[in-house]
């Protein structure tokens, strides 16, 4: 009879261990998968970008628009198959600044604002800014999720016996405050 018990409860405990390495498994890939989803976003407004980059080339006349201009499309944001919070923070701060830089451009060719191409162009680039915000708090959310798994006991005990780790945050863009909007929503004008 003791023997039953002492198998039944080695049973149950294999299965706790199961369902909780399951569980950690389910909320690493939605972390990872938030993480993927935020780097093709990324992907995706640097392309608009590129739009109207291009689409201001025509404008471009002086030496130093063409520069700024080239400089911004050298620095293409990378594209990591499994990329990290850092390596997304990274691109985040290379796409603000070079929106920093061609707002420099913009700002020289006020007809470049009313090209139709262009518009459409700021348009996108404002549709994916806002899905990477909401990846961005996508993917927080999952590390919380996945965090608290990991650090609350008992959990954490299968955790750490199984090799999970905490998973690092995104940080907030602090310097994007200090960008002008260049992208003005036409329904609040």
């Not at 201001?56 to 911004?72: G, H, L, N, Q």
């Not at 470049?112 to 990846?135: G, H, I, P």
């Not at 955790?159 to 905490?166: D, I, N, Q, S």
């Amino acid at each position: 009879m003791t023997l039953i018990i002492i198998i039944a409860v080695v049973v149950l405990l294999v299965l706790w261990v199961i369902s909780v390495q399951n569980k950690l498994v389910k909320l690493d890939e939605f972390a990872n998968n938030a993480l993927k989803q935020i780097n093709v976003q990324q992907m995706s407004r640097y392309d608009s970008l590129r739009t109207m980059i291009n689409s201001a080339r025509e404008y471009a006349k002086d030496v130093e628009s063409k520069t700024i201009i080239d400089a911004i499309e050298a620095r293409r944001p990378t594209q990591s198959a499994n990329p990290t919070p850092a390596e997304i923070n990274e691109n985040e701060a290379l796409l603000t600044q070079a929106i920093r830089n061609f707002n420099v451009v913009v700002e020289k060719y006020p007809e470049l604002k009313s090209m139709a191409l262009y518009q459409n162009a700021q348009e996108d680039y404002r549709n994916n800014e806002n899905q990477v915000r909401v990846s961005r708090m996508t993917f927080n959310d999952s590390v919380t999720k996945f965090n608290m798994q990991t650090r609350m006991f008992p959990g954490s005990v299968v955790a750490k016996m199984l090799g999970f780790a905490p998973k690092e945050y995104l940080e907030e863009d602090k310097s994007k405050a200090d960008i002008p909007d260049i992208f003005p929503d036409p329904a609040k004008q």
